[in-house]
């Protein structure tokens, strides 16, 4: 657990700057300098990329992070392992690009009423989508490494602060919206150009190919590999991003702008479970390899129960004080409300089941994750067009937060039935006992002179009342250990 925690720790430090940076973006900066139209348009866009960059990738980011470790050799450059992880993807991104072009005509009648705005823009989705492609594909070379910290920074705090510096630019009167378009874009993309720097900077950027990576594993099995985990990932980028490309769709853009921000407070709950699973991945696969069950097993209950600490203590703090933080933003936003609630729901349930997906994903029976993802894109597409018409907003949240939870369920059983292995241990109703109870003592807080007040009052008490309880129940040891040494560190 060594360079779990070391990574890991580093991660979450990161993640948390990027979630400060991330509120000003979302609460302070582009809900008051863009209208929800705006926002729509970009994020209709950044679905589009991931989309298309996912088909690109041929599933080589999970190939590579499963088989890497049988590439490692520093000494040879690791047998040529990023020319092969690189080649095959901007190959396919080839034939990507041709249909996206070709499909401009069926993707702006599914957009009809913002069809002049998404025209004008529509190439540039393309250019986006490569970037991103380029940008997955570093950051999966650079997690099978162990270097994930400047990853993260780059994407947590640089980008954030190249898109607050481009809305405050575009709030100053310095950039007209299609300038800051092209801004948001490039931010985007650099970011996959400052990896490239980073990984040379540390010694890594081989970009020799050679035939030894064919040879290091059967091509066949790796190519199935990724053509499985291909199916596998455009059925996970469904299930997340189909909500927003429907609501952009069946509603508007000013509807998808909208859900686009509460969707992202709600992100505030899983940046902690990312910052451990960039981590967790590839440690996972050297268990696979080593066919060491018993710290996998160990492994899978400790994420749990860490997870299920820090995701409840977000979810409270982020659903109490929605009151405030709509009030930053310009009125039209807290249409989106309700919205996030629904969505923290299914992040909290997500977070608390653990890592499964990425025990079953690093699996000798990795093949099973594309039934759950394949089954579940179409029961979301399929509640997507149910309930969008009927409840906007509210069932777009719906039908995302339902698909988290189906198939989280799924993913836990698979797990048990196949592997023996569970999330939870008797701590984890303890620590969800001892949320609820913090939970509803700052609940009871009333209103107090100002919204601002009203939060800092209610986000005290439940940190104190939470943290209280956590240390007298000892219901995570991690939390105590931790204020040891804090304590320790104060006093020295």
């Known amino acids: 657990?060594?360079?779990?925690?070391?990574?890991?720790?580093?991660?979450?430090?990161?993640?948390?700057?990027g979630l400060a940076l991330g509120f000003v973006n979302t609460v302070l900066v582009l809900p008051k300098v863009l209208e929800p139209r705006q926002i729509g348009l970009t994020s209709v866009l950044v679905a589009l990329a991931t989309m298309?960059?996912?088909?690109?990738?041929?599933?080589?980011?999970?190939?590579?992070?499963?088989?890497?470790?049988?590439?490692?050799?520093?000494?040879?450059?690791?047998?040529?392992?990023?020319?092969?992880?690189?080649?095959?993807?901007?190959?396919?991104?080839?034939?990507?690009?041709?249909?996206?072009?070709?499909?401009?005509?069926?993707?702006?009648?599914?957009?009809?009423?913002?069809?002049?705005?998404?025209?004008?823009?529509?190439?540039?989705?393309?250019?986006?989508?490569?970037?991103?492609?380029?940008?997955?594909?570093?950051?999966?070379?650079?997690?099978?490494?162990?270097?994930?910290?400047?990853?993260s920074f780059a994407q947590e705090i640089i980008l954030r602060l190249l898109i607050t510096a481009g809305a405050l630019l575009f709030g100053g009167g310095y950039l007209n919206f299609h300038g800051y378009v092209l801004w948001y874009i490039g931010a985007s993309s650099s970011i996959a150009l400052l990896l490239t720097l980073y990984t040379a900077y540390i010694g890594e950027l081989h970009l020799r190919p050679t035939r030894a990576a064919l040879r290091v594993r059967p091509l066949g099995e790796m190519l199935s590999f990724g053509a499985f985990a291909l199916l596998g990932n455009v059925s996970g980028v469904i299930i997340t991003t189909i909500d927003s490309l429907m609501v952009g769709s069946k509603v508007s853009f000013d509807g998808a702008g909208i859900y686009s921000v509460a969707f992202f407070i709600s992100t505030a709950l899983v940046l902690p479970f990312r910052?451990?699973?960039?981590?967790?991945?590839?440690?996972?696969?050297?268990?696979?390899?080593?066919?060491?069950?018993?710290?996998?097993?160990?492994?899978?209950?400790r994420t749990t129960r860490l997870n299920t600490l820090l995701g409840c203590y977000l979810a409270l703090g982020i659903g109490l004080n929605l009151d405030f933080i709509f009030a930053q933003m310009k009125p039209a936003y807290a249409a989106g409300a309700t919205s996030v609630l629904i969505l923290l729901a299914g992040r909290l349930f997500d977070g608390i089941t653990g890592v499964n997906g990425l025990i079953v994903v690093t699996s000798p029976r990795y093949r099973y994750d594309l039934v759950f993802n394949a089954s579940l894109a179409g029961a979301t597409v399929l509640m997507n067009l149910l309930l969008i018409p009927r409840l906007g907003?509210?069932?777009?949240?719906?039908?995302?937060?339902?698909?988290?939870?189906?198939?989280?369920?799924?993913?836990?059983w698979f797990v048990w039935h196949s592997f023996g292995l569970q999330p939870f241990d008797k701590r984890v109703p303890l620590i969800l006992l001892l949320a609820a109870v913090a939970g509803l003592t700052a609940w009871l807080v009333p209103f107090v002179h100002s919204l601002?007040?009203?939060?800092?009052?209610?986000?005290?008490?439940?940190?104190?009342?939470?943290?209280?309880?956590?240390?007298?129940?000892?219901?995570?040891?991690?939390?105590?250990?931790?204020?040891?040494?804090?304590?320790?560190?104060?006093?020295?």
């Open 275 to 301: 910052a451990l699973y960039k981590i967790a991945f590839p440690l996972l696969a050297d268990y696979w390899k080593d066919n060491d069950h018993a710290r996998m097993a160990d492994f899978y209950q």
């Open 52 to 151: 298309f960059a996912q088909v690109s990738a041929f599933g080589f980011g999970n190939m590579g992070v499963r088989f890497f470790p049988y590439f490692r050799q520093p000494e040879t450059g690791h047998r040529g392992f990023l020319p092969f992880l690189l080649g095959v993807p901007l190959l396919g991104f080839g034939l990507v690009a041709a249909v996206y072009l070709a499909g401009k005509p069926l993707v702006l009648s599914w957009y009809a009423k913002d069809a002049d705005l998404l025209r004008e823009y529509y190439i540039w989705g393309l250019v986006l989508a490569l970037f991103t492609l380029l940008l997955n594909l570093q950051d999966t070379y650079l997690k099978s490494l162990y270097h994930t910290a400047f990853s």
């Open 393 to 412: 907003l509210t069932g777009a949240a719906v039908a995302a937060s339902v698909a988290m939870v189906l198939i989280n369920i799924a993913r836990t």
């Open 1 to 17: 657990m060594g360079i779990v925690r070391r990574q890991g720790l580093r991660n979450t430090v990161i993640s948390y700057a």
């Open 452 to 492: 601002f007040v009203t939060m800092l009052l209610r986000s005290t008490l439940l940190t104190a009342v939470y943290g209280g309880l956590l240390l007298l129940t000892n219901a995570e040891p991690q939390v105590r250990e931790t204020m040891q040494k804090l304590l320790k560190r104060g006093a020295a």
